[in-house]
């Protein structure tokens, strides 16, 4: 059975920062927290259809008695295990020590620090610094991943972190949650729907409330018939979602040709090209894909394109293409999702 790389766990989305930037719009306020044995159900029905739990949020380290326990009985299940956290609980060496202790302990692999100035205005690098370096001297792989803006480089977010043995990643900042009342200067936009394949619409979440959707964080605002809106496990059991996810055909598309896939598959149609109306300007791949498959009626197009005789040739050669780029690395990786691991 295909499986999924990796499936995302919103233990919570309260923060202690409340980043400009946030799709999520987390904060100290947000109080949603999933119930500890409804997390349980999760983690053995995702031991069945992925390699790795990611825990995300929010914050995960606010609950970190829940996460250790969760992260010891998912690796009772064979799984491999992530946090994503973006370092606003740290408090002093000890303290981080013991944190990052009781992770390793319960079995943690990888550990995605978060850092920015967005989250710089509320919390001192320092911190973020610190624990890259207890979680590397742990044993932990350690991930630090920084959004792309206008107004500030990567690089310039990862020099704090030079000399130490982490993995440096970059996200383009997405005009969702929080960031939408950024101002426009801090976006990088072009004319035109924008090309780039999506490597992260087949790593699921479960928010807390149960709800499930495609990628973690873009994806958040979906709502049914949007294909990225993959279920609620309060009502089906997470299985039946997974496993719907990874028969989608448009997610198929999304993962090997990106957005910009499913827009030329649009344009072929006389009603896609009809009833899609192109932005002005497009800060990413993501607006481009909500824009789509959060119309019904583009959404139908599509599941009637993608449900045709010649529907399994068109998802097979774009799974040739992607294998294809992946080998020459000829068209970037647009994914945006700011907290998959
Ligand atoms: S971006 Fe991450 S660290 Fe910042 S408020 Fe959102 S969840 Fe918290
Ligand atoms: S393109 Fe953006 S919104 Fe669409 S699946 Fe990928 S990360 Fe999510």
């Known amino acids: 059975m295909r499986k999924y790389e990796v499936i995302g766990l919103m233990y919570t989305r309260s923060c202690p920062l409340a980043c400009a930037h946030c799709i999520t719009e987390s904060s100290p306020q947000v109080k949603e927290r999933m119930r500890l044995q409804h997390a349980r159900t999760y983690v053995q029905a995702i031991a069945r259809f992925g390699s790795m739990l990611c825990f995300t949020g929010g914050e995960p380290f606010l609950y970190h008695r829940e ?14 295990t992530s946090i994503v956290t973006g370092a606003g609980w740290v408090r002093g060496e000890s303290r981080t020590r013991a944190r990052i202790a009781e992770m390793v302990e319960a079995g943690l692999n990888d550990l995605c620090i978060s850092w920015d100035q967005y989250h710089e205005a509320f919390s001192n690098r320092e911190r973020a610094v ?34 130490l043995p ?25 004319d ?29 605002y979906s709502r049914k018939p949007s294909p990225l809106f993959l279920g609620d496990a309060a009502v089906e059991p997470l299985d039946d979602i997974l496993q719907r996810g990874l028969n989608d055909p448009i997610l198929e598309i999304i993962y090997n040709l990106g957005p910009y896939g499913l827009y030329h598959l649009l344009m072929d149609e ?4 009809e009833r899609f109306e192109k932005r002005q300007t497009y800060s990413g791949i993501c607006e481009l894909c909500l824009d789509i498959t959060g119309n019904p009626e583009l959404v139908q197009v599509l599941r009637e394109r993608l449900s045709g005789k010649d529907a399994q040739r068109l998802v097979l050669a774009s799974a040739l293409w992607r294998k294809e780029r992946d080998r020459a690395k000829s068209v970037p990786d647009a994914s945006q999702a700011p907290c998959a691991p």
């Open 67 to 80: 996460v250790a326990t969760l992260i010891g009985e998912a690796k009772s299940f064979g799984l491999e």
């Open 166 to 190: 982490v993995e440096l990643q970059t996200n383009q900042l997405v005009q969702l949650g929080r960031a939408e009342s950024l101002p426009a200067s801090h976006f990088l936009f072009s």
């Open 270 to 273: 006389p009603i896609g090209r």
């Open 192 to 220: 035109e729907p924008p090309k780039g394949v999506c490597s992260v619409v087949f790593s699921p979440i479960v928010e807390p409330d149960g709800k499930v959707y495609a990628c973690c964080g873009p994806s958040h």
């Open 130 to 163: 610190m624990l890259a370096r207890i979680a590397t001297e742990a044993g932990l792989s350690v991930k630090v991943r920084s959004v792309i803006s206008a107004t500030r480089s990567s690089e310039e977010d990862h020099q704090a972190f030079a000399g």
